[in-house]
């Protein structure tokens, strides 16, 4: 099957366990696989033929930036519920959301989560 892919879009938002991460903040990385029939698109060249990957960006961006969640895997798993919502073409989705500073004592260059979920 076909994929769109938006790699590496980054958000502002207040995500975490911790009180500090849901007061202060920080960068989160999101990567996205998105699993649609590009066959008429390949074909007409037509946007309506395809998943606007630009308007996925914003509905992610809500999630992520405009909502609070204590767990990552939910901002993930609300990120998957909303994209299934708005596109119907999207038959599954692998998300990966990625903190580069969480509040872990350590060496490390990330932590994160990664969901597949299909309809």
Not at 23 to 34: A, K, S, W
């Amino acid at each position: 099957m076909d994929k769109i892919i938006l790699n590496g879009c980054r958000f502002y938002g207040y995500h975490g366990a911790f009180a500090e991460e849901q007061t202060l903040g920080q960068i989160f990385v999101v990567d996205l696989e998105l699993t649609v029939d590009l066959t008429k698109a390949s074909q007409s060249d037509n946007l309506d033929d395809t998943v606007h990957y630009g308007l996925v960006f914003e509905a992610v961006q809500k999630q992520a930036e405009d909502k609070k969640y204590i767990l990552i895997e939910r901002l993930a798993g609300a990120i998957c519920e909303d994209l299934f919502e708005q596109f119907a073409p999207i038959q599954s989705i692998k998300v990966r959301i990625t903190k580069e500073n969480p509040p872990i004592n350590g060496h490390y260059k990330s932590v994160g989560i990664e969901l597949e979920r299909s309809r």
